[in-house]
């Protein structure tokens, strides 16, 4: 009996043992899926000294001012910061500035001290910048800064472009903003981004300054919304892009934003682009099913069809149309 009794308790043990050793197993492997999840979210730095920015305060220079009458809704930008993630590719972002120091940002390894160009930084600061002279479009945002290998001629290589694309997605960005790019197509580089898309993720790119019909990639492939400049007339840039590819056209002439401790002027298709982004973050906000055709409809029926002197008719950006179509879906 002694003996039975000593083999049914071992036998206990060993289930027991099992049993735990099971469980482990399965939380190891849950961790493991989620790592990458929960990866993206631990590096975010959160420097300000208040849980979110006071959108009450009406600074001088407001980067919304550029968006012909339009309001952005804090509450669903706040909305928007706490369910989306940009990632900003381009030259870098000084975080220094005081204008950015209450940024919600993260830095992959290996990053370096922006450029002498502040391209980046200004970029930035159309989307997040913040301080008692200025605010950005979505001070609450967090952001992924992901700076574009330098070239000895400072040109954006394609190799650069793809090894930061994948460095960004790492991070399971919702955006990414590329205020870049290159003349040139090429076949990894394109293949890559119908991969991002594929994954939920929503390309912003800079048609270019070109002056022209040619366009920049990856602005010109389909998978990516491409962006024009118009000045504050709604007319087109002179150095903006006219390729057909352009999905719309955002302000992109005199924009007000942050340099190191200055505020700028800062001019190109570069500087519409965050203007774009930022409406495609409050979108996916008030709607997190939309996917990239969704979002490029919404962008494209709510837009302003503005004409040119040339007959030629182009879409402008329209804030308060682009949220009202949102919401209007979001009822029915």
Known sequence: MVIKKQKTIATHRAIASWAVLGIAAGLVCLVWLLWPRMNSALPFEYNRSQAEYNHTAKPQYLAENHLWGASIDPALSRQAAENTIIAIIDTGVDFRSPYLQAARYTEPDGYELPDITDHGTKVAGILVGQGEEYRGLLP??????????????????????????????????????????????????????????????????????????????????????AVGSVDRRKRISSFSSTSEKIAIYAPGEKIATVAEESIVSFSGTSAATPFVTALVALLIAADPSLDFEAIQEILIDSADQVQQGNSQTVKVINYNRAIETIMRRRAA
Not at 141 to 169: F, G, N, W, Y
């Open 140 to 225: 609450d945002e967090r952001i992924i800064s992901v700076q574009l290998e330098k070239t000895a001629t400072d040109e954006v290589s394609i190799h650069s472009l793809i090894q930061a694309v994948e460095t960004a997605v790492r991070y399971h960005p919702d955006i990414i903003n590329i205020s870049a790019g290159t003349r040139k197509d090429d076949p990894e580089l394109h293949a890559l981004i119908k991969t991002v898309k594929e994954q939920g993720i929503i390309i912003v790119a800079a048609a270019g300054n070109t002056g022209s019909e040619v366009c920049d990639y990856p602005a010109a492939y389909d998978e990516v919304i």
